[in-house]
């Protein structure tokens, strides 16, 4: 298919088997483990379904890359297990790393308990001031990890000049996408090597499955795609049929996320019980023109916290909220809201929350496919509630 494609098309059309497999306008499940034997000289490219290259996991690879504008695409069991095996696939015993300070709870751990037991070396880094990079990158230095969007104060780092350090350094630059998707944001256009990606959220967007993806390079991904091959992290036939079911949709359910989002944070920074609110579509947050120059649109995720900055009126506060759902994870159709301290980043010690400035009454929001007024509706009561109980 065309490349000049819009994004609308190349979410239904891209990467799809032709002819269509029995006429079946939906890619069918390849319930089956082993293939016949095709002549294959490479062990990953026998047909086996722990090797990554069943008809479901080859249309998904080949959607992903044509969204993201990038040449190859991998899917994974979880996003947990792309980005472990993405890093494993770079760095060796004496390697180092740099990684934005701010990171989803589950790459911190990765990167501070296991990567050192590996003898791979980490440093973190100040996203917004790239003056402060070269102070220590080292010889044995592979790569700069970012996040488009960090999970949960929803900062945006300096995006272009990661990719011109790493360029400079001859390192590979890897961003997790997860938050921003590739309907705002397409990392290999602004020349990023890596994108990474949790599929559990926006990119499924229905709650229903976990999986993992890596977009980039063809190079890269290649390498990537062996080393999963070997640690097992392959996604199952079913989890692969929902994901590409859950893609169709994405266009449509983050462009409603954004602007939903944004009436959100606006009417929370306007409340008079509410204090910081994190949305990098507000003018206030310290990343507003970053995400302005680089983003088609700010997202469906924002973190908050009430003005006494109090975890157990917080808890009340979730508590009296009737449509979102306290629970992990986020980017489904469903609003979900939790305090990251007792959920995504749980697995940080408090000092380590606070030293990157998450504390424990922090909210994290994600914005589902509800009606926007409805929502602000039931933002307005909850707040109420719990107001009227400290009146009392």
Partial sequence: MSSSKRMETKLIHAGEMRPRVGGAVNLPIFQSATFEYGGEDDYHDIRYIRLNNTPNHIVLGEKLAAIESAESGLVAASGMAIISTTLLSILRNGDHILLQDCLYGGTHDFVTKDLPGLGIDYDFIDGSDPASWEKKIRKQTKAIYVEAIANP??????????????????????????????????????????????????????????????????????????????????????????????MKTLSLR?????????????????????????????????????????????????????????????????????????????????????RPATTSHLGLSKEDRKKIGISDSLVRFSTGIEATEDLIEDFEQALKKISAKVAR
């Fill in 153 to 246: 104060l929803m900062d945006v780092p300096e995006l272009a000049a990661v990719v011109e350090f790493a360029r400079a350094n001859k390192i590979i630059s890897i961003i997790d996408n997860t938050f921003a998707s590739p309907i705002n944001f397409r990392p290999a256009e602004l020349g990023f090597d890596l994108s990474l990606h949790s599929c559990t959220k926006y990119l499924n967007g229905h709650s229903d499955i976990v999986a993992g993806a890596c977009i980039g390079k063809a190079a890269l991904v290649k390498d990537v795609k062996r080393k999963l091959n070997h640690l097992g992290g392959t996604m199952d036939p079913h989890a692969a049929f929902l994901l590409h079911r859950g």
């Fill in 254 to 338: 983050v462009k409603h996320q954004n602007e939903s989002a944004q009436k959100i944070a606006e009417y929370l920074e306007k409340h008079a019980d509410i204090g910081a609110v994190n949305y990098p579509g507000l003018e206030s947050h310290s990343s507003h023109a970053r995400a302005a120059k680089w983003f088609d649109g700010f997202g469906g995720m924002l973190s908050f916290e009430l003005k006494d900055q109090d975890a157990d009126k917080t808890d009340e506060f979730l508590k009296a909220l009737q449509l979102p759902i306290c629970a992990p994870s986020l980017g489904g159709v469903e609003s979900l809201i939790t």
